[in-house]
């Protein structure tokens, strides 16, 4: 599998991406996570990726190409990882365009620096969701609450260590943004709204309204979400 561990820009698939998720928050929740002081560096690992360890999965490249690896995904690096042969963890190389990333039943498409992830799917739109993980603020512990390892913070988006070992005589807060999107026939991403829903499925205008007047349905609910499109999917073909 080809790599580098400073990842470029991933050429693909998503559009405007970052455009929607700095000025579409309606269908986004932020949760925060602190990580005390004393706590094993590890702690700050254990959130940072989607899985809890990395697994066999495969990607497709735009060329046809594929490849098969042990893979994660960074939330805080926003890049997809894989394990090389040395036990190396890197990011995969822009060098090749991914179309696709396929880890045990998960899918995601991933472009310019980060992966959305497939929910739900049907011919008019599909449901996919978006996680960040950013370092939010440090509080200091004890008279001077000055880190004395090679830890160290660069900026509010990466964060560095040498030593996953060590402890850390801060505590360090961490805010995790989830937001979910819709993608149409076009690739075009949209907020999830009960209005976008009814231009992506005009025909099931009605079912749609009283699906989300009748379940009290919160667009934020990924449990919900999932729902939504379940009975959209019973009612697609008729």
């Known amino acids: 599998m080809k790599c580098k561990k400073h990842s470029g820009r991933f050429i693909l698939l998503l559009i405007g991406l970052t455009v929607l998720y700095t000025n579409q928050i309606s269908a986004q929740t932020i949760t925060t996570i602190t990580i005390k002081s004393g706590e094993d560096f590890t702690a700050v690992f254990k959130q940072m990726y989607r899985f809890p360890q990395f697994t066999y999965g495969k990607v497709y490249f735009m060329n046809k190409d594929s490849a098969t690896g042990r893979l994660n995904y960074n939330l805080l690096m926003g890049k997809m990882q894989f394990i090389d042969k040395k036990g190396d963890t890197l990011v995969l190389s822009d060098n090749n365009p991914i179309r696709l990333v396929a880890i045990d039943t998960n899918l995601f498409y991933c472009n310019t620096g980060e992966c959305v992830e497939l929910i739900a799917g049907l011919p008019s739109a599909e449901l996919v969701v978006s996680h960040h993980l950013k370092f939010a603020d440090e509080q200091k512990v004890g008279a001077y609450g000055l880190p004395t390892s090679s830890q160290s913070i660069e900026n509010t988006n990466s ?78 073909w008729n």
């Open 159 to 236: 964060f560095k260590t040498n030593d996953y070992s060590l402890r850390l005589d801060k505590d360090l807060i961490f805010t995790k943004e989830t937001s979910y999107y819709l993608i149409d026939v076009n690739r075009h991403f949209m907020a999830v709204t009960e209005k976008n829903l009814k231009k992506l499925f005009p025909k099931q205008k009605d079912v749609i309204e009283n699906y989300v007047k009748e379940n009290q349905v919160s667009f934020k609910s990924e449990s919900d979400l999932k729902n939504l499109f379940s009975y959209l999917a019973k009612t697609y």
